[in-house]
């Protein structure tokens, strides 16, 4: 059954082949006349864009070639250029897409992450199947920005940048669009862009806010010139803790493909040494002016130190490729793995169990044992100004005043910010007789590990 899904499968691919090698022949050129090897397509070069302008890409292109400021001198500008793009997420899908309908020459493709369900909201160049395979997601969003534009060419890098690839990547490129969610291949981005002498199109975006700015172009900052060191690495958030709306991060990638247009053709005001904040909650969009270029910046600076790439994980006390940071502050006897939490519920003692998320996640789901919710924010209340704090002591003090000290747990989506409330929890309650312990892992661990119908987000 199997072989025959196989072979049918191989019989589409061939006919669309077929169709594709067809609509190349029938192809004439409007401004140029081709030669053998330009139309006769046995190679997936023939087919690429040449910069040259056909009679099939004036008519695809016809919205934008009437435009006075594109016209044919931009259109083959575009075909001539090839950019890179780091990150094939909730920014790079939208950039990537719009720059293959545009008609740009070359995109690279680069992101070492496979595709996942929760990619689907935002990330709008996979699809479900995509996410069921796994498929790497530089895979995914090349299949569809060929399925846009046969005549452009997509390198796909399923790699994770490092310093030991990133300056031979990005010096095959023209344009960088940075769409990545993480400090440390920010750095490193910058720096490979500064060294090679290539402009960053930079985006972010976070809830329902994004923002967006193009460094080391026409002498504007770099990204060390504002930020010369990393933030500590527990204030950084990303989408996968904080959230975020799918449109807003898709207008930050959309900006990014029209800044990179405009810098492949040399029109408009590109947005270098200048920050563009949108809100989306308030509809409002900002334009800031950022800080110049630092003459002692370590990079772009007039004596800098940094001539080479460096290790930017260390740099960043935070991997570039970990999107859940794991925190580990407790002795082992303050935790409680998912299972041995399991084991202690079937044996029906008492005990209370402290989920310290936000309510609205503990609307999505929670742990049928859940005995309290006090949400991190609450930690951070001076002491006794928690009316949340207030009624668990109540509760604790009242339910431990047997012989045997009361089991208390601590429950979070990961099991890190459950590791902090137990630390909290301990010295709150230090004279009364109760055992503290967080779940490892989380409800992550729990659903893994005790319950794969529990669902995660
Ligand atoms: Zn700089």
């Not at 920010?186 to 972010?204: E, I, T, W």
Request: glycine share 8%; aromatic share 6%; net charge negative.
């Amino acid at each position: 059954m199997a072989d025959v899904e196989d072979l049918l499968s191989q019989l589409q691919e061939k006919d669309s082949e077929i169709q594709r090698l067809r609509e190349l022949l029938s192809r004439r050129p409007a401004c140029v006349e081709p030669n053998d090897d330009e139309i006769a397509g046995h190679s997936s070069e023939a087919a690429e864009s040449d910069g040259r302008l056909y009679k099939d890409d004036i008519a695809r292109y016809s919205r934008q070639l009437i435009l006075p400021e594109i016209g044919v001198k931009g259109q083959e500008a575009l075909g001539r250029t090839s950019v890179l793009i780091v990150g094939c997420g909730g920014l790079g899908c939208p950039a990537a897409i719009y720059l293959a309908g545009a008609g740009v020459g070359r995109l690279g493709l680069l992101d070492h992450d496979a595709v996942e369900l929760n990619n689907l909201h935002r990330q709008i160049l996979h699809g479900e199947a995509d996410a069921e395979m796994n498929t790497p997601k530089a895979v995914s969003a090349a299949r569809s920005c060929k399925k846009l534009n046969v005549r452009m060419t997509c390198d796909v890098h399923c790699m994770m940048l490092s310093s030991r690839n990133a300056l031979d990547i990005v010096c095959q490129y023209d344009i960088v669009v940075d769409a990545t969610d993480n400090v440390a291949t920010r750095y490193l981005l910058n720096d490979a862009c500064v060294l090679s002498g290539r402009p960053l199109v930079s985006g972010g975006a976070l809830r329902f806010e994004g923002q967006l700015t193009i460094y080391n172009y026409q002498g504007s900052p770099c990204y060390r010139c504002l930020y010369p060191l990393p933030p500590p690495a527990q204030m950084v958030t990303n989408c996968s803790d904080a959230g975020v709306l799918g449109p807003v991060v898709g207008v930050i990638g959309s900006l990014q493909a029209v800044e990179v247009i405009k810098i492949a053709t040399g029109i408009g005001r590109p947005f270098a040494g200048r920050l563009v904040l949108y809100d989306g909650l308030d509809g409002m969009f900002r334009c800031v002016k950022i800080r110049g270029k630092q003459q002692n910046c370590a990079v772009c600076g007039d004596s800098p130190t940094i001539t080479n790439l460096i290790d930017y994980e260390s740099f960043c006390g935070a991997s570039a490729g970990d999107k859940c940071r794991s925190l580990n502050v407790l002795h082992p006897s303050e935790r409680i793995s998912a299972s041995e939490y399991a084991a202690f519920v079937k044996s029906g003692k008492a005990h209370f169990l402290v989920d310290v998320r936000v309510p609205a996640e503990l609307e999505i789901t929670k742990l049928a044992t859940t005995t309290h919710n006090v949400p991190m924010d609450e930690f951070t209340k001076p002491e006794g100004c928690s009316s949340l704090l207030n009624v668990l002591g109540e509760d604790v003090r009242e339910r431990s005043s047997g012989d045997e000290p009361l089991p208390l747990f601590v429950v979070c989506r990961r099991g890190n910010d459950s590791q902090l409330a137990v630390q909290k929890l301990r010295s709150l309650f230090f004279d009364v007789p109760v055992v503290i312990q967080d779940v490892v892992g989380g409800l992550t661990a729990w659903s893994n590990d005790v319950d794969t119908n529990f669902p995660i987000y």
